[in-house]
């Protein structure tokens, strides 16, 4: 089947926003009984962090595992055959043990950490995840449905493939009744495409799980229920308490009575988006997990506009999620983002050719209210106001644009718009990581790429107004934010403008955010438009310590956002000694990575002082953990050009000595399929990989079981 919905990729969106709506209306409260949400909340009709002094936009592992896990199907060609063991690959890839994604709770505590370490040892999906490994307790917990949400969207209207996938991605942690859960919700999902009788979806989903299990009887029940009291959502939710509540099932978290409470919700919630989740939020137990799932089941049957029915839930969210993988440069995501990913899957799952707004731009708002993080920044007194709204028109390139509205910006003051793309605040890491759900990530602009960007000044702005692009960086050993600008250029009514910035050095430091600044010598109000904002190219920069930062082992300087800005995947990453990176692995092969997917053709180089390790090096188009080309030196006295995917292969090798003590500059190139390497500048291998060549990605250091020192590594086109 070649055809897809007609308004496939907004019902997507809707879906995605409905996701993360759904976890960021329920995380504050995760596992709050109901009688304690209805004592000191009361019914959930809008967001509560602010009650309860937490943020809004959070790391949490219902949105990681959701749009990360999925990415098994494009790593693995988009085959309709992908396989639980090529699920359970792509967790060790992109994991981080105890730092990524995951609640680590321990070996037969946590269901994925469990999963994880039979990965880890060699027990393939999905024996990973069965009965007979875990047991029945561990096995059946929450997480088979949590993260299923994906695997339906990118099945539309294809109910039976939508249950098929999420067993298979389920296996690789779960089993029994925590498998039937998720394939009823993916069917649901997948069939709210083209229906939207909630019966029928019901019935949808009933139909591809087993009529004996105790889903499937739930579910019947929580039916018979309602019909007995419909407008008694409390009276039902008793019921549930009563019959399939925590106290009859074990471990932390089970799946039945969280998936008694979804379906429970859905029938009680009168087809309304914000009724829907206060049901389910305020009836208690996983909320996060159960409003981002229903959220999601109501976005892609409703679409946007039932997102839009009550209250504002898009506007203080502007599309924002986190996705803290060993993949850092995807962490600093929008919805929009996720959406492009998932309607090309699903394309080509159809055998259909991807698509991309206005040319691929990163930033293009070619949807319905889409703002991809845009927001107004006044953080410095020179600031004045602005707002940002997605309207029709205004785009050369497509059917939408963020309209920037300024107001009454006097002479000297600046309005300003813009987006993250990396961790906003050390302080919104160091929260992330006191909960348990730590912010891993790389920026998404670099020194040496060029930014463009088309604005158009609308009919407002007839007595013109300054324009031009800027990025803030964290630019000191105390992570204050500098301001870099491009020269302005001067708007008027109906003028447009191309803005073309290749982004300057920068020292290092990471990049913040991105934007617009207006300005005028004079009291100006105005609109401008932003028809896209994106960035291309190989980035140029000396990746090292932030300038004025020095090491001082007596004291803490592992915060600071220069190395945050590392994907740590090493079990020692210390900064504080005279070298800005010593690294110890004390087990396996550890990476410590930084960088984008989106670096395809690139040179890096860094040099290392070899120390106690048995093999050290660097690696090119790191993906994740278990996915790269890397030049790599043995105490043995081999040098190895290796890929790493789906294991090692050796493209390359030659003897070569290791010295202890020595320093030895590694380099690597990667061109096309070509992959070139040097050490101490002497050309060592030069091969062509035609058999699943890695194409992109990041850049790392590599040590296996030891310690090895660097100054610093450098990237350049």
């Not at 009823?184 to 909630?198: P, R």
């Not at 509540?245 to 978290?253: E, F, I, L, T």
């Not at 996060?288 to 969210?317: M, W």
């Not at 920068?506 to 004079?522: K, M, N, W, Y």
């Amino acid at each position: 089947m070649s055809n897809l919905p007609h308004d496939y990729t907004e019902r997507v969106y809707a879906g995605v926003l409905g996701k993360i709506i759904g976890v960021y209306l329920g995380r504050p409260f995760e596992g709050w009984t109901y009688e304690r949400i209805s004592q000191e909340l009361g019914e959930i009709w809008y967001y509560v962090h602010e009650k309860l002094n937490v943020p809004l936009i959070v790391t949490d592992d219902d949105i990681s595992g959701t749009f990360t896990f999925l990415r098994a199907l494009p790593d693995y060609g988009n085959s309709r055959d992908l396989t639980p063991a090529q699920i359970g690959q792509t967790w060790l890839n992109y994991l981080i043990e105890r730092r990524t994604v995951l609640w680590w709770g321990g070996l037969g505590n946590s269901t994925e950490h469990t999963a994880y370490m039979r990965l880890k040892h060699g027990i393939p999906a999905p024996e990973s995840g069965s009965i007979a490994r875990n047991g029945k307790v561990v096995a059946e917990q929450i997480g088979a449905q949590i993260f299923i949400d994906g695997w339906a969207m990118v099945a539309p209207g294809d109910p039976e493939l939508a249950a098929d996938l999420a067993r298979r991605a389920a296996s690789v942690s779960h089993d029994g009744e925590a498998i039937y859960g998720a394939q009823v919700l993916a069917a649901m999902e997948a069939q709210a495409f083209v229906e939207s009788d909630i019966n029928q979806l019901l019935d949808t989903g009933l139909a591809v799980i087993p009529k004996q299990s105790i889903i499937y009887r739930m579910i019947n029940e929580i039916r018979e229920w309602h019909a007995t009291t419909p407008h008694d959502w409390r009276a039902s939710r008793a019921r549930i308490a009563a019959h399939y509540g925590y106290d009859k099932y074990g471990g932390n978290c089970h799946m039945v009575p969280n998936h008694a409470l979804i379906i429970h919700a859905l029938l009680h919630g009168d087809d309304d988006f914000q009724k829907s989740l206060m049901i389910v939020n305020t009836c208690g137990w996983d909320t996060d997990c159960n409003s981002g799932n229903l959220g999601c089941l109501l976005g892609i049957k409703n679409g946007l506009a039932g997102l839009e029915s009550g209250a504002d839930f898009r506007g203080p969210v502007a599309d924002r999620l986190y996705l803290p993988t060993a993949d850092g440069g995807r962490a600093i995501t929008d919805a929009v983002t996720e959406t492009s990913h998932i309607v090309n899957i699903g394309r080509a799952l159809r055998g259909l050719p991807p698509v991309a707004a206005k040319q691929g731009a990163r930033f293009h708002f070619d949807l319905p209210g889409a703002v991809q993080g845009f927001q107004c920044d006044n953080r410095t007194d020179a600031a004045g106001a602005a707002t940002v709204e997605n309207v029709a028109g205004f785009s050369r390139h497509g059917s939408r644009s963020l309209a920037i509205r300024y107001h009454h910006i006097a002479p000297g003051r600046v309005a300003r718009v813009g987006t993250p793309t990396f961790i906003p605040t050390a302080s919104i890491a160091e929260y992330f990581e006191r909960r348990g759900y730590e912010m891993v990530a790389s920026p998404t602009l670099y020194s040496g790429q060029t930014v463009r960007a088309e604005l158009q000044a609308g009919p407002e702005t007839a007595e013109g107004v300054r324009a031009n692009l800027f990025i803030d960086i964290f630019a000191d050993p105390d992570d204050h934010l500098q301001t870099l600008r491009s020269d302005a250029i001067d708007l008027r009514a109906g003028d447009h403008h191309l803005f073309t910035w290749r982004i300057p050095d920068t020292g290092g430091a990471p990049i913040a955010q991105v934007g617009i600044e207006l300005h005028s010598d004079r009291r100006a109000s105005g609109v401008v438009y932003l028809d896209y904002l994106t960035w291309e190219g190989a980035p140029s920069i000396t990746l090292t310590r932030t300038a004025g930062d020095r090491p001082n082992p007596r004291f803490d300087t592992t915060k600071r956002m220069w190395r945050r800005a590392w994907v740590n995947g090493i079990d020692q990453y210390d900064v504080r000694w005279p070298e800005p990176f010593r690294l110890a692995q004390n087990e396996g092969r550890g990476l410590l990575i930084h960088g984008c997917r989106e670096w395809t053709d690139y040179a890096v180089e860094a040099t290392v002082t070899l120390h106690l390790a048995r093999q050290a090096g660097i690696a090119a188009r790191v993906q994740g953990m278990r996915r790269y080309y890397a030049l790599l030196l043995g105490n043995d006295g081999k040098a190895r050009l290796i890929k790493a995917l789906d294991g090692d292969t050796v493209l390359a090798q030659t003897d070569y000595p290791w010295n202890y003590g020595a320093d030895k500059t590694f380099s690597l190139r990667v061109t096309g399929n070509r992959i070139q390497a040097s050490l101490d500048g002497a050309p060592l291998f030069d091969v062509t990989d035609d058999d699943r060549p890695l194409t992109g990605g990041g850049v790392a250091y590599v040590v296996e079981e030891g310690r090895v020192m660097s100054n610093a590594m450098t990237v350049m086109p």
